[in-house]
């Protein structure tokens, strides 16, 4: 029988590494009464690297809150190993804040996932710099803000964009979102914002890569998934798939074929964000699946 989500905890760990972390994690759980389910760790070296782990465990059983059984466990295991460290609960539900200009396809797609309830997630609302999605968001009853990006004036709309999301969303997914954010912006949702970019970075970044690639004669075409950082198109990237094409296909056939990538590739990237299945370490994501 598979763990229930509304019993999983799950805690994600990096530190230097060295003896004795494993232990010290999981008899720290035993001693509170949780059973791990599941344990995956990585180190960069044999020794003197940074170590990644991800546990999952179940906690019906816990004696103790969710405050005090993080508390003791910084102050008696994190404390000790010099850790980064995040405890979250399956159970909880990420808000969600989707931003989208005009192509729908990856918009639709997470709409569509989310209201079959198939993430832990909750769409809060989506905006656009664009009315034209409007009427097709509100099939799915979400409020749909238009907050233009006017030339000049992208500070009084990022302004506005973090206004309507304040204490209100954990993670926000551009969806095909045609503008560049500031670093302010960033800033604000530091490795919190997931990007899809119709290429298979770091090969034609920037605009119009479907046209850049057949100027090119490529053989492959893909989409990136990958956190926004204040340098366009250089967060770490997340997860990445390809489709090959050849020289009958038209820039528009790629396009076609491309949405079909950008889908599937964004939609794994936001499942193993919410289901904390990342590390980003030096502009890599370290990723559990």
Not at 26 to 34: C, E, N, S
Not at 189 to 218: E, M, T, W
Not at 240 to 255: F, G, I, Y
Request: aromatic share 8%; net charge positive; with cysteine.
């Amino acid at each position: 029988m598979a763990p229930s989500p509304e019993t999983t905890a799950r805690l994600l760990i990096s530190c230097p590494d060295r003896p004795g972390i494993i232990a010290a994690v999981t008899g720290f759980l035993y001693r509170h009464g949780a059973n791990c389910t599941a344990l995956d760790q990585y180190a960069t070296d044999n020794q003197g690297g940074t170590l990644f782990m991800r546990v999952e465990f179940q906690a019906q059983r816990l004696d103790a809150s969710r405050s005090v059984l993080e508390r003791t466990f910084a102050e008696e295991v994190a404390a000790q190993f010099d850790m980064k460290w995040r405890l979250s609960y399956a159970s909880d539900v990420s808000r969600m804040a989707i931003l989208v200009s005009k192509h729908d396809h990856v918009l639709m797609d997470l709409l569509w996932r989310m209201d079959r309830e198939d993430w832990r997630a909750k769409p809060i609302m989506v905006i656009s710099n664009h009315p034209d999605l409007k009427r097709e968001v509100a099939r799915f009853d979400i409020p749909y803000h238009h907050v233009p990006m006017a030339k000049g004036e992208k500070h009084k709309g990022e302004a506005r964009m973090l206004a309507l999301m304040e204490n209100k969303v954990d993670v926000i997914v551009l969806a095909r979102y045609m503008q560049i954010l500031s670093a302010s912006f960033v800033d604000r949702y530091v490795n919190r914002i997931i990007n899809i970019h119709h290429s298979f970075l770091p090969a034609f970044a920037g605009a119009d890569p479907y046209r850049q690639a057949s100027d090119r004669g490529v053989k492959l075409i893909g989409a990136t998934a990958h956190y926004v950082t204040a340098e366009l198109d250089r967060g770490a990237i997340i997860d990445q798939d390809v489709v090959r094409v050849n020289h009958r296909q038209s820039p528009e056939d790629l396009k076609r074929l491309g949405r079909d990538v950008e889908r599937s590739v964004l939609a794994r990237a936001v499942r193993w964000h919410l289901e904390d299945r990342l590390i980003v370490h030096e502009n890599k994501t370290v990723v559990f699946v």
